[in-house]
Every structure is written in structure tokens, then in C-alpha cells.
């Protein structure tokens, strides 16, 4: 069965560092989006990606995060000068185009402790 | 404001004793309701879409029913690999496509 792939797993990172987040969505997928899960706590939506442009981010999503579409198949997630309150669980989501009967699929997540 | 509220928050059962979750929601317009299953340190893992009410889905020992303000997940004699957290989501008419998650009823399946 296709699958959302994420990488890496886990990554720690010093605060006021940079990083970037990566997922491959299911090939034929054309809606694509990021959700995080702070330990406890709901999952929230960041942002939806189509067409090439963010259709949709959350309050959460500012000027600190970005999104990227760099070739046909990755989709990353960039954060920058991250902070102790960023550390969560990054997932990656995409969808089918029309119905949503399928519903979403999500990746396994992407673990992020900021030190 | 969309709202998604899961009860109860944790639930022990023992194997074979069936039981329901609740999800309640408010939401200006229901596009779909959607259930998940998530297994500790992974995504979730998408189970239903409900459209309207009346509508019922099935899958193995899940049933997923929907109202006009409330969604039930009913398991019928769970069996210890049913144990995970049970999410709940709203996609709302007009908010593009993002989906409005409650915070998860915590099953735990007793052999």
C-alpha cells in the first residue's frame, strides 16, 4: 500500500538553529499538508499545499515556517530560528484530487526536540 | 468556532467488552468526519469518512455512525491490538482543506 514517507525520524536541534523537514507524499496525491502533535496534545493543522502555493496555514504557521515543493516528488517544511516551544511531532499528510472519502494519508512523523 | 470534543478521554476495556466513543462537534458546515486510529510515536491512520447523518461505516470489528452533532465509533468485542488513541476530525465547508482534530479517546484493550 503507497505511503507517506517522512525523514528524518527524529532530529534534535540547538535553539535558534534551522531545520528542514521532509516528506514524500503518495505519488498521485495533489493536495499536501503539514500537521504537528506537541506530546499530549491535539493534532493541529500548519498548512496546506496545492498547486504548487499554500492554500491554506493556520495562526501557528508565521513567518518562521515555510513550505517548498522543490521537484515533483518532495515536499519539505522549513523552520527557522527554532524555539523549546517547537519541539513536536511534524506530520506530513496528502490526499488524492475530488473526494475525500479516502480521507488523508499521514506519514510516521517526524520527531523534533529542540535543546 | 469549529470544535471537536472526544469522550470519554481514556477507556479500559477488557477483551470481548464492547463499547462506544463518543465525538461531538460543532462546526459551521460539515464537509466530512473522519476517524483515526494512532498507534503510539506514529501518524494516524485513517479509518472513516462520514458525510451525512444516518450514515454508517463498517471495518472489521468498527462501526462508525453519524448525527447532526455527534459521531460514534462502536467496537464490538475489541481484542488487545485494537489498543491505540481513537482521533476524531471535522473538514468544514469553506476552510479549504484542512481537518479540525478533538484530542483522542486512549483505548486500552485488556487480554
Given at each position: 500500500e503507497?505511503?507517506?514517507?517522512q525523514?528524518p525520524?527524529h532530529?534534535?536541534?540547538?535553539?535558534?538553529?534551522?531545520?528542514?523537514l521532509r516528506c514524500?507524499?503518495?505519488?498521485?496525491?495533489?493536495y499536501?499538508?503539514?500537521y504537528?502533535?506537541?506530546l499530549?496534545?491535539?493534532?493541529?493543522f500548519?498548512?496546506?499545499?496545492?498547486?504548487?502555493?499554500?492554500s491554506?496555514?493556520s495562526e501557528?504557521?508565521?513567518d518562521?515556517?515555510?513550505?517548498?515543493r522543490?521537484?515533483?516528488?518532495?515536499f519539505?517544511l522549513k523552520i527557522?530560528?527554532?524555539?523549546?516551544?517547537?519541539?513536536?511531532?511534524?506530520?506530513?499528510?496528502?490526499?488524492?484530487p475530488?473526494?475525500?472519502?479516502?480521507?488523508?494519508?499521514?506519514g510516521?512523523?517526524t520527531r523534533l526536540?529542540v535543546? | 468556532?469549529?470544535?471537536?470534543t472526544?469522550s470519554?478521554?481514556?477507556?479500559r476495556?477488557?477483551e470481548?467488552?464492547s463499547?462506544?466513543l463518543?465525538?461531538s462537534?460543532?462546526?459551521?458546515g460539515?464537509r466530512g468526519?473522519?476517524?483515526?486510529?494512532?498507534?503510539?510515536?506514529?501518524?494516524?491512520?485513517?479509518?472513516f469518512?462520514?458525510?451525512s447523518?444516518?450514515e454508517?461505516?463498517?471495518?472489521?470489528?468498527?462501526k462508525?455512525t453519524?448525527?447532526k452533532?455527534?459521531s460514534f465509533?462502536?467496537?464490538?468485542?475489541p481484542?488487545?491490538?485494537?489498543?491505540?488513541?481513537?482521533?476524531?476530525?471535522?473538514?468544514a465547508?469553506g476552510?479549504?482543506?484542512?481537518?479540525?482534530?478533538g484530542?483522542?479517546?486512549?483505548l486500552?484493550?485488556?487480554?
Amino acid at each position: 500500500e503507497p505511503e507517506v514517507t517522512q525523514t528524518p525520524s527524529h532530529q534534535v536541534t540547538q535553539m535558534g538553529q534551522e531545520v528542514i523537514l521532509r516528506c514524500v507524499p503518495i505519488s498521485n496525491h495533489l493536495y499536501f499538508y503539514w500537521y504537528r502533535q506537541i506530546l499530549g496534545q491535539k493534532v493541529e493543522f500548519l498548512v496546506s499545499f496545492y498547486n504548487n502555493e499554500i492554500s491554506e496555514k493556520s495562526e501557528i504557521f508565521d513567518d518562521q515556517f515555510s513550505v517548498e515543493r522543490p521537484d515533483g516528488s518532495n515536499f519539505t517544511l522549513k523552520i527557522r530560528s527554532t524555539k523549546l516551544e517547537d519541539s513536536a511531532m511534524y506530520f506530513c499528510a496528502s490526499r488524492p484530487p475530488g473526494q475525500i472519502v479516502h480521507g488523508y494519508t499521514f506519514g510516521s512523523g517526524t520527531r523534533l526536540t529542540v535543546v | 468556532e469549529d470544535q471537536v470534543t472526544q469522550s470519554p478521554e481514556a477507556l479500559r476495556l477488557q477483551e470481548g467488552e464492547s463499547s462506544s466513543l463518543n465525538c461531538s462537534y460543532t462546526v459551521s458546515g460539515l464537509r466530512g468526519l473522519f476517524w483515526y486510529r494512532q498507534d503510539p510515536g506514529k501518524g494516524p491512520e485513517f479509518l472513516f469518512t462520514l458525510y451525512s447523518a444516518g450514515e454508517e461505516k463498517e471495518k472489521e470489528r468498527l462501526k462508525a455512525t453519524l448525527t447532526k452533532k455527534e459521531s460514534f465509533l462502536h467496537i464490538t468485542a475489541p481484542k488487545p491490538e485494537d489498543s491505540a488513541t481513537y482521533l476524531c476530525a471535522v473538514q468544514a465547508i469553506g476552510r479549504a482543506n484542512n481537518l479540525f482534530f478533538g484530542t483522542g479517546t486512549r483505548l486500552t484493550v485488556i487480554p
